[in-house]
């Protein structure tokens, strides 16, 4: 009987470890088959075709993307920055509102003809129509941009700056400054605006005895608007 129940045990254990042993190569089959895909797919991924620095074939990777993407910004700096590049854009300046020549100014305060009395020093804009002569006449040069010179033609003949009291402007100067640059744009309807060297617009102020550059860009109003009227 003690010899018939070990052998049952054996048989038992036996058979246990049998299906130990199966489940145990069945596990290691799926491991082997799991291990073998991610190899496959990992050599896959090694051996896709890298397009070349030289211009060869194939898949373009994501190093040679990065680098045509910088020399792509750096071929559009150099159109950028390069004047027989066709996407550079052409800069048209603006147009001269008035050409060089002798003027007759007309003030905006009372709409009288300015004199250059430089021996009083100061402009005065008190004259009629009928009283245009010399002292009336001013000389105006271009200097480019719609900055001008303006040379009375007073006792003195200088050029006029704006670097009297206040920012008046007088017409006492041998020679062309910052001060004796004047920038005119056109308003419109036959008027325009003066800046002086100094930035501030000018203003007719006859009632003062002179044209004083004092102005901000939000007073231009009627003493601030002028006459230019061309004579030669």
């Known amino acids: 009987m003690l010899v018939?129940?070990?052998?049952?045990k054996i048989v038992t254990y036996t058979k246990q470890m049998s299906k130990v042993a199966i489940i145990g190569g069945l596990l290691l089959m799926i491991c082997c088959s799991s291990l073998s895909s991610v190899a496959m797919t990992m050599g896959e991924g090694d051996d896709t075709p890298k397009k070349t620095s030289s211009g060869g074939s194939g898949v373009v990777g994501p190093t040679a993307t990065a680098k045509e993407t910088k020399e792509t910004k750096e071929a559009d700096?150099?159109?950028?920055?390069?004047?027989s590049s066709a996407s550079t854009k052409t800069i048209t300046p603006a147009p001269i509102v008035l050409s060089d020549g002798v003027y007759a100014i007309k003030g905006g305060?009372?709409?009288?003809?300015?004199?250059?009395e430089s021996h009083l020093g100061r402009i005065l804009c008190n004259r009629n129509d009928n009283q245009i002569s010399t002292w009336e006449k001013f000389d105006l040069k271009h200097l480019g941009d719609n900055i001008y010179s303006i040379k009375g033609n007073g006792k003195k003949g200088k050029y006029c700056s704006d670097g009297g009291q206040y920012g008046t402007v007088v017409c006492n100067l041998d020679t062309v400054g910052e001060y004796e640059k004047f920038f005119i744009?056109?308003?419109g309807a036959g008027k325009y605006a003066m800046r002086?060297?100094?930035g501030k617009w000018c203003a007719d102020e006859s009632h003062r005895n002179r044209i004083i550059c004092s102005r901000e860009d939000d007073e231009i109003s009627t003493w601030e608007k002028w006459e230019f009227n061309k004579l030669s």
Do not use: I, R, Y
Not at 109 to 116: F, G, R
């Open 196 to 198: 002086g060297g100094q």
């Open 77 to 83: 700096v150099v159109k950028a920055v390069d004047p």
């Open 185 to 187: 744009k056109t308003l």
């Open 4 to 8: 018939s129940g070990v052998a049952n």
């Open 109 to 116: 305060m009372a709409n009288k003809w300015c004199a250059d």
